[in-house]
Every structure is written in C-alpha cells, then in structure tokens.
C-alpha cells in the first residue's frame, strides 16, 4: 500500500473578473499562495501539474518563469474541466508511485465575457463538400442537435426525468436557488446573490429548462495545491500537520462505452465508477460525508450526481433533493460554495476551487459558511469528453 | 430532377430516407460515422444496418441561445429508435414543452438546407411527431 498524501496548503483567488491579470497573474496568486499556505517555497517542490485550456501553451513553464524556475518535471494536461483534478492527480500519483514528496498542483482559467461554449464549424464553401468522419456537408450544431453546453446538459437532467419521473422546470430552478443562496456566504465567490425561483424561472432562457442563472458562471480564477507525502508531513511542525488534510481518496476515470454514449455524452457510469472507486480507497461511504461539492455545471446536471455519488437511492435523487437534506442546513450539504452556477466556472481552476472548498470546512476556517464539526468531504468534477475526478478529504486527526 | 446530397454520410435518401448505423459484427455496438475499431469490444469489422425511422423521445432541450447563425429557438433531443439512440432536432412541432414531450413517439423527416451554387440539395433530418 502507497503512502498517505496530505494537502499542506491550498488556495483559491477570488472568482470574478480580473482585467488586468493575465493566467499566469492568476496562476502565480494561486501557486504562491498554496506554497505560503503549506510554509514550503518553489524549491521545495519537486513535481509539478499545471493546467490551463484556453490560455499559451506550455503555461506550466510560463508560470514557472515568474514564481521559480527550479527544473522540476512540469505536466502540462488537459482534460477540459476536469484539467485541475488531473493536475492534481499527476501530483498525488507521483508521491504515491515515490518519486516525489512534495508536489504542486495549479489549475487557472480566464473565461470573463467568452460567453457561450460551443462546438464544431465547418469551413465555408459554395458546394455541399463532405468532411469530416460522417461526411457531413454543413457544421452540424443546431442541425442534428446541439453541441453547448447548457444544452448538452439539459438534456442529461431531462433523460433521468424521463428515466425515473418527477422532474419539472421548477425543480431544476429549485436546485439553482438553493446554489444562489449559498453563494451569498462566499466572499470569493463570482455573484452572491440570492434569488427567488420566479426570477430564475424567468431569467433568460438559455437552453431549456436552463435559464442563464442555472448556468455556470464564466469567470475568471485559479487555484493550487500544495501535497506532500506522509513521510514528508511527520518531518513538518505540528502546526502544519494539525491544518493539514488527508487525500482520503484520488480518482480519475473516463467514460466507459456504453449504448449511446457517443450520441449524448453519458457523464453517469464515469461518475459512478469514480465515487466507487473512492469509496472503497477511502474506506468510508456517502453516509460518512459532512459537506459534498460536486460539478453543477448547470442545475440540470446537480441532479443527476446526487445518485451517481450514491448520495441517494438509484431513482431518487428529486425526493432527496426535495427533502431539503443538501441545503446548508441540512443533513449532506452540497456546494455550499455557491457552485459553479454562482461562485463561478474557469473551468481548469474548478477542479482544484471544489477540494479547497472543502479543505477550508475541514481545518474549520471557511468562516461564517462553516459547516460546523465537518470532517470528511467529497470534491466532484466532471469534464465533457468525458473525465471524472472524486477527491475525498478527511480532516487530520487532532 | 435536381441532385441531392445528405447533410451526413448515415443518411441515406434513396427510397425512403432512413439512417444507417456501423454495427460491429462481434458485439453489435452501433455507431454512426467512420470507425477506427469498436469501443466496447475492440471488433475492427462492422456492418452497415438501417435504423427503425420510428422511436421515443428520451431527452430533449429547446435551444433558445446557441453559436452565430445558427437559428433559434430548435429542439434538439435524444431519440430511441429501437434500442439505436439517434442525436437530432425535433422538428415540424412548435419549439415549446407543451409540442415537446418526453417519452413522445417520433418519425424521421427530412428538411432541406437550400441548393448550392451548382444547384445541388443538400437534405438534413430531424424528427417530427407521430400523430
């Protein structure tokens, strides 16, 4: 059995827009402040995960050029918004295999004003020429369905409303009310405001039933991790091993085939085998969990995790939701950030802002949205394509 | 009679217009488009196979914003034809959830993208409610 691997500093910059930051400003805020978080420095770090989407290539090396160039392996990934998760994964797995006690993970996107995320074009011609695997003649989003995302998306939600029954425009919006409430706890959060079910029912339609306060936020941010082995934790001062978090379990799948799932993306079994897979790493179950954040991309989709984390009985996861149980208040809160949906989505910082979040909740330090006497949680992310990371988190013992 | 050509190579119009799947002939996976080799089971040799025109709705989104020129608002959905899950717009309905239901029987119909400069058809699909 591989050694524990601990997060011994971790940091989130505020979500929002950031004009004058560049990805690596961003990126830099983020290392820094995990590294003075973790009492370490660059030198100290000895593999490195970086991840960026849309920003220069080689962004690992870029950053390292303004914070610490100390020859260290870089591991620039992709893995759309997944990209933070893996980042983090290229670092944990390298303490596990031994070749690294001290790792660094930083994820950072600049997504203010992109807009809408689409999909394929086709370059234009005045004759019908085919291209392309299916030999199509003309870009094919918005002529065999739809490659946004909120659409994608929706009908993810719609699919298990069919499948199991009970789901209703209201519902989904209902999901978004309880994740707009949350955010108004979350100084770092893109919006914090609240917002009453009509006015997100009657917000502008997006992609039906995702209306745009349903959506993920576009933002800019980063945020990073700082791990170390066990072995490494017990040479640290007790202060740093009391804030100290365990990485309980570290999962990355992606998606199996399955009948359909190149026509609609299928992001339930990846899912599924991640929190699985975690469990068993962890030794704990869903019941154990004190906070969840998992990846709402749009309200549509909180739904279908609900079950695919084993939160709920297979089919239930709109009487679990309504039972109130994952408001704040409740028995498993979920994204109690705010998620996506209000504290925002730069998409390879996420995977990274979902474990701070709850690493924040297990030292005890995320301040009035503290849910009190936390001490497991789990951190969910998904990237269309499709890749599933599931961190569960266990505060130190005292 | 002018000349057409299918928006997709899975679409075929002679006769009456229907969907042609690659089956792999080792576990039967249906896909549509060019293949490498079978996800599910690794099979490197596939059949082509008509997909039923008919199914069920089993996921659906009104698009109301989507990317420049595309026009909106447009169903797009999931249609179950027998087992074979189909990627398409809904069509020849009003794009609104009182026309648009879950679970709602449909049929393949063909819509045309207009000619182009040498005077060919382009013909897309969609599927449109059975009544």
């Known amino acids: 059995m591989a050694e524990n691997v601990w997060i011994l500093g971790i940091h989130m910059t505020k979500f929002g827009k950031h004009p004058t930051l560049d990805v690596v400003d961003l990126g830099a805020e983020a290392a820094r402040g995990a590294l003075k978080d973790a009492g370490l420095r660059m030198r100290d770090v000895q593999v490195f995960g970086a991840g960026n989407l849309r920003g220069p290539g080689g962004f690992g090396q870029l950053l390292q050029k303004q914070i610490g160039q100390t020859g260290i392996p870089v591991f620039n990934v992709a893995n759309a918004c997944a990209t933070g998760a893996t980042a983090l994964r290229v670092a944990v797995m390298a303490i596990k295999a031994g070749e690294a006690d001290v790792g660094l993970a930083v994820g950072v996107e600049k997504l203010s004003g992109v807009g809408l995320l689409t999909g394929n074009e086709q370059a234009k011609s005045d004759t019908w020429t085919p291209a392309g695997r299916v030999g199509a003649v003309a870009a094919l989003d918005g002529r065999v369905g739809t490659d946004t995302m909120p659409g994608v998306f929706a009908q993810i939600g719609m699919e298990y409303g069919h499948r199991y029954g009970g789901t209703s425009f209201e519902l989904f919006a209902r999901i978004a009310e309880k994740n707009h409430a949350h955010s108004t706890l979350n100084p770092l959060a893109t919006y914090q405001k609240r917002f009453t079910v009509e006015q997100i029912m009657n917000d502008v339609m997006i992609a039906y039933p995702n209306t745009r306060s349903m959506c993920s936020a576009n933002c800019d941010g980063a945020a990073a991790a700082v791990v170390v082995s066990e072995r490494k934790l017990r040479t640290l001062s007790l202060e740093q091993q009391r804030r100290a978090v365990k990485i309980s379990a570290s999962v990355l799948t992606s998606d199996p085939w399955s009948e359909g799932c190149q026509v609609l993306p299928d992001i339930n079994t990846l899912t599924r085998a991640a929190a699985d897979q975690a469990y068993e790493q962890a030794g704990i179950g869903p019941d154990d969990l004190d906070l969840v954040e998992l990846h709402d991309c749009f309200a549509t989709a909180e739904l279908v995790h609900y079950d695919n984390l084993r939160l709920c009985e297979p089919g239930g996861a709109v009487d679990f939701f309504n039972s109130g149980v994952t408001w704040r208040d409740g028995k498993k809160p979920v994204n109690v950030s705010g998620g996506l949906e209000s504290k925002g989505h730069p998409i390879s910082a996420t995977g990274i802002a979902n474990i701070w979040e709850v690493a924040t909740h297990l030292r005890g330090e995320a301040g009035d949205r503290q849910i009190d006497g936390a001490r497991v949680g789990l951190a969910h992310v998904i990237g269309l394509g499709s890749a599933c990371g599931v961190h569960i988190l266990e505060k130190a013992a005292a | ?131």
């Open chain 2, 1 to 131: 009679m002018s000349e057409k050509v299918p928006l997709v190579d899975y679409l075929v119009l002679d006769g009456a217009p229907h969907l042609v799947a690659q089956e792999c002939v080792e576990c039967g996976a249906r896909y549509f488009g060019r293949r490498n080799a079978c996800a599910s089971c690794e099979g490197s040799e596939f059949r082509p196979v008509d997909v039923p025109v008919e199914g069920e709705l089993r996921a659906f989104t009104i698009v109301s914003h989507a990317a420049a020129g595309i026009p909106v608002p447009f169903v797009a959905g999931l249609v179950d034809c027998g087992g074979t899950s189909v990627r398409a717009n809904i069509v020849n309905t009003p794009p609104d959830p009182e026309h648009v239901r879950l679970g709602m029987k449909v049929r393949l119909a063909t819509t045309s993208l207009g000619e182009d400069s040498k005077g060919v058809e382009a013909v897309g699909f969609g599927f449109e409610p059975v009544s």
